[in-house]
């Protein structure tokens, strides 16, 4: 039975058109700003979010809106939960926030980014 999260292909001409998507290659450009926001003291991520709500309108309809809806979702909860890590850094609690929510960013880009490059949908599961 085929998966119904993928994007059928119908032979080399709509991988290569997959690829050269231009809300794909945006979608693309938002997780390596995602990334880079762990070197970059998070403004790259702000950037990134920023794109995604400019460029909504643009991806509604396409295969790559519900990675922008994933990017957007990373951005809020991962921006809560660092300002909750920073708030409680002076206890014991924030430090493991803080790794906590470190893990669980870098797990979301991973794997939005993966599941973009195999044309599926990030996960139906919020996690």
Known sequence: MADPEYIPADAEANE???????????????YILQGLSFFLGGI??????IINYVKLDDVRG??????FHW??????????????G?????LIIGWFILLGIS????YRIVK????????R?????SG
């Open 71 to 84: 990017q957007i979702r990373t951005f809020w909860i991962g921006l809560l939960w660092t300002v909750i």
């Open 103 to 106: 893990i669980w960013l870098i």
């Open 44 to 49: 790259t991520g702000l950037v990134g979010v």
């Open 62 to 67: 396409t295969w790559v809106e519900s990675h």
């Open 86 to 90: 920073f708030v409680t850094l002076f």
């Open 121 to 125: 949908r990030p996960s139906n599961v």
């Open 16 to 30: 290569l058109a997959r690829r050269s998507d231009p809300v794909r290659n945006l979608a693309v450009a938002v």
């Open 112 to 119: 939005g980014a993966l599941a973009l490059n195999d044309a």
